[in-house]
């Protein structure tokens, strides 16, 4: 391996929506009207908005797909300050959409033969419009039902904004729904003999069985993207890293974190976990990267996740066997 420091690795292509399932064609946010007028309501008065149904993490699907039955149609909100009706936008068609959730148990009237089923199920089986319908509205769902009071004060906030924002009617202050932004990471050894190139793997403490993936972590206060990459690296590989290059990025609303991903060029080659955080690390040519998964040694991330389509990059093909 060249351990030279001012080396650099070619430039590595972005990755763009195809290979990024939540990150497809957006719908329309109205973004400003929603600043100045209900637009809840208004979709309520005009008869012909749809709703995307949430009960607790899953939407009501059909052999055909997801449903988005008339707004009319569909229970009333349940009154929790928690689970508020959000105007989402409007699709390309010009249909108005409302999100309205209910928890994980409910029973709704009208809605006893369908099947429910997961953001995670349905991503790659969906049109990238309804795809980002379901992203948003699982993201803001999530931020409603978590923070329906005051962080300054404790007091029930007031929805506001066509519940894209809470304002507190105590302290007056405004609240708006959490991103945050996470870097994670194809960690590789460039070498010139592509036959030896090889990309760093991880086993999270998290996962059962011999799942491996990429490095993620949390940016920090006061810390850039780039910052956060060398340090993760550092801490959960013991690997130095350099040649930071971004590839695309991912919404990822569990429960509402934006993933940054980059490639980075390892300069040290020693890999060591953390015991911790990773517990077992790996360095794959791509010949034993495909070895492995074909015979069930290793187990790759969905294909929903940036984790795949990072891998995919610089593997050069599709991998087997992956699902979601």
Same mark, same amino acid.
């Given at each position: ?37 209900? $637009? ?52 390309? !068609? ?7 959730? %209910?928890?994980?148990?409910?029973? $709704? ?64 202050? $405004? ?14 050894? !460039? ?66 974190? $934006?993933?940054?991903? %980059? ?62």
């Amino acid at each position: 391996m060249n351990s030279s420091p001012d080396r650099s690795i070619a430039p590595a292509p972005l990755l763009g929506p195809a290979e990024l399932p939540f990150a497809g064609r957006a719908f329309d946010r109205q973004a400003v009207e929603r600043e100045h007028r209900d $637009l809840v309501a208004a979709a309520e008065d005009s008869g012909t908005a749809r709703a995307l149904v949430l009960r607790g993490s899953q939407v009501p699907t059909t052999p055909h797909g997801p449903l988005l039955p008339l707004l009319a149609e569909v229970p009333a909100a349940t009154g929790d300050p928690g689970r508020p009706d959000v105007y989402l936008g409007r699709t390309a !068609d010009g249909t108005r959409v409302v999100l309205r959730t %209910f928890p994980e148990d409910a029973q $709704l009237p009208g809605f006893e033969d369908v099947a429910w089923e997961g953001l995670l199920t349905l991503a790659t089986a969906v049109e990238p419009e309804l795809t980002a319908l379901l992203v948003t509205g699982q993201a803001i769902a999530l931020w409603h039902r978590d923070h329906p009071r005051c962080p300054r004060c404790g007091a029930l906030t007031e929805v506001v904004r066509s519940g894209w924002a809470r304002t507190c009617p105590r302290d007056g202050s $405004l609240h708006f729904p959490r991103t945050d932004p996470a870097i994670i990471v194809a960690v590789v050894d !460039d070498e010139p003999d592509p036959a030896r190139q090889r990309i760093l793997l991880g086993r999270s403490a998290l996962w059962s069985g011999n799942r491996y993936s990429t490095f993620a972590g949390f940016v920090e206060p006061g810390e850039s993207a780039e910052q956060a990459v060398v340090r993760e690296i550092g801490e959960e590989a013991g690997i130095t890293v350099d040649t930071v290059q971004y590839q695309g990025s991912q919404p990822w609303p569990f429960p509402r974190s $934006l993933m940054l991903g %980059f490639r980075a060029a390892a300069h040290t080659s020693v890999a060591e976990a953390d015991g911790e955080e990773i517990l077992d690390v790996r360095w794959f040519t791509r010949e034993q990267l495909l070895t492995c998964v074909r015979t069930g040694e290793v187990t790759l991330p969905g294909r929903v996740s940036i984790a795949h389509a990072l891998i995919v990059s610089w593997l050069g093909e599709d991998l087997p066997g992956a699902e979601w």
